[in-house]
């Protein structure tokens, strides 16, 4: 009886560090801000856009950067960028209806487009680079995508790639 007993605290106590273990994985070092983005040009997610869509879709853009910003900042580094505007690929067509009207149609004449500010510390807190950004990408559709369902491919074709030049390039100081 005492072992059995033994044997459920000692499994308790283990599944206990388990979960706890997988709660406490290194807290970001890339912090994304969105300053006013019911300003911004273009974050619709339908002809008849909603603030829930918005919100939906930036957070998929914030979760992108920091993922990809994270992996390339060198270790104890860090990044503030902060949005002051954007502009997904694609426009909705007010002229179209029926089916496409909430369709997000794009088209080379429709490029994505972003507007920022950035900083990035040492592990001291000096900052090493900063900057403002303004990016637009009209090769856009000529770019390869990993995963051709994303709705953001295209957006986060030009984050990534302004990370892998500005953020990447730090580990080889």
């Not at 939906?56 to 949005?83: E, K």
Request: a negative charge; glycine letters at 6%.
């Amino acid at each position: 009886m005492k072992t059995s007993r033994l044997l459920s605290i000692v499994l308790g106590m283990t599944a206990a560090c388990a979960l706890h273990a997988a709660d406490t994985k290194p807290a970001p070092r890339t912090e994304v801000v969105f300053d006013h983005p019911e300003n911004f040009s273009d974050v619709q997610d339908s002809s008849n856009p909603t603030d829930r869509g918005r919100d939906s879709i930036l957070s998929n853009i914030r979760d992108f950067v920091v993922a990809r910003a994270d992996h390339a900042l060198p270790a104890g580094y860090g990044l503030v960028i902060t949005f002051t505007d954007i502009h997904l690929a694609g426009e909705y067509e007010p002229w179209r209806s029926g089916q496409y009207n909430d369709v997000r149609i794009v088209k080379d004449i429709y490029p994505p487009s972003f507007k920022f500010t950035y900083s990035i510390t040492d592990g001291s807190g000096r900052v090493v680079k900063q900057g403002s950004e303004s990016i637009r990408d009209l090769d856009f559709q000529t770019r390869l995508a990993l995963d051709t369902s994303d709705p953001l491919r295209y957006e986060k074709g030009i984050l990534g790639e302004w990370v892998t030049f500005n953020v990447d390039g730090l580990k080889k100081r």
